[in-house]
């Protein structure tokens, strides 16, 4: 792990976790909605559905979103009939405000649906228990503990995500490391992080920028190595199911919609294959804890 300056050891003394009550903003503008943003989503999505699939895991469902943001994935979980239940966690409140106003709002969405399918859907969203919270990730790691204490429960989380978050943290090794450790067996773990390595240049659609880009405030404390990740899945007994590449970072800036859509066209096709799928500015891991 290395931070963007190249410092490797002094980091722990002078970030702290980052909070991004003022990124809001920016971060719905530059990331959601987005081309960019849907086919990062869409990617981590297939490459969950696939594994739920091919795990033959237990439904109904218990998803933990840590660090959920603007709470793509809790709400696909929110929809999703396998899932039954939903917990979000992220330090920020703002994210979490966002959050609680695109559940209402689809609730009453599908309230004023009256077709069959909407009824469907309106149930599953009923039945379906979404807890949001203003929490890091130690106090979603701290509760699954609790949860294993105690004798009454047996609810552990199925799944887990970590999307785009453990490169914002002050010390995202041992956290993951405690996440990893307290994941029961069989549950799926969908990481996704910033990668060292994003080698793009061997593809020839790719047109990399004359200059380095300043960092801006979207870039992240850190960068990972995939080698250190998976070590890191494998030593906590972690079998590694998927790997996506989602090399889209440093498309050019001034693409039309139509070049981003046929370069995203190309890059699907190639993601989850060696070497791409280890290639990307962000990479998304599922694996399954044995
Ligand atoms: C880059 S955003 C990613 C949001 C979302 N997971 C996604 O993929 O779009 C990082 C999020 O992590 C949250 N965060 C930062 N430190 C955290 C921590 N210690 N525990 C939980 N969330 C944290 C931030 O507030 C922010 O919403």
Same mark, same amino acid.
């Given at each position: ?56 895991? @237990?439904?109904?469902?218990?998803? &933990?979103?840590?660090?959920?943001? &603007? ?192 370069? &995203? ?11 791409? @799928? ?13």
């Amino acid at each position: 792990m290395s931070t963007q300056d190249g410092t490797e050891t002094s980091e722990k003394e002078v970030i702290v976790d980052r909070n991004f009550n003022d990124l809001v903003k920016l971060f719905k503008d530059r990331i959601y909605g987005t081309i960019k943003g849907n086919y990062r989503f869409d990617m981590a999505i297939e490459d969950i559905e696939a594994v739920l699939v091919e795990s033959s895991i @237990c439904t109904p469902l218990y998803a &933990l979103d840590i660090g959920g943001g &603007l709470g793509q994935m809790s709400l696909y979980f929110l929809q999703a009939p396998s899932f039954s239940k939903v917990m979000y966690y992220d330090v920020s409140d703002e994210m979490k405000r966002h959050v609680d106003g695109e559940i209402e709002r689809l609730s009453e969405e599908f309230n004023a649906g009256n077709s069959i399918e909407q009824e469907a859907i309106n149930k599953t969203i009923k039945s379906t228990k979404v807890v949001t919270r203003v929490g890091g990730i130690k106090n979603a790691i701290q509760e699954i503990f609790q949860e294993v204490q105690d004798a009454n429960s047996k609810a552990l989380p199925d799944v887990v995500t970590l999307h785009a978050v453990l490169e914002w943290l002050s010390s995202p090794m041992e956290d993951l490391e405690s996440l990893l450790t307290s994941m029961k067996s069989n549950s799926i773990l969908s990481l996704l992080y910033y990668n060292k390595i994003a080698d793009d240049k061997k593809k020839k659609t790719y047109k990399p920028r004359k200059k380095p880009r300043k960092p801006s405030k979207l870039t992240p404390y850190h960068e990972f190595h995939s080698d250190d990740i998976e070590k890191i899945l494998v030593e906590s007994g972690f079998e590694i199911a998927r790997r996506t590449g989602i090399r889209i970072g440093k498309f050019k800036q001034n693409a039309s919609d139509e070049e981003l859509e046929t370069y &995203l066209e190309q890059e699907r096709k190639i993601a989850r294959v060696e070497p791409f @799928c280890r290639q990307g500015r962000y990479n998304h891991i599922v694996a399954i804890k044995r």
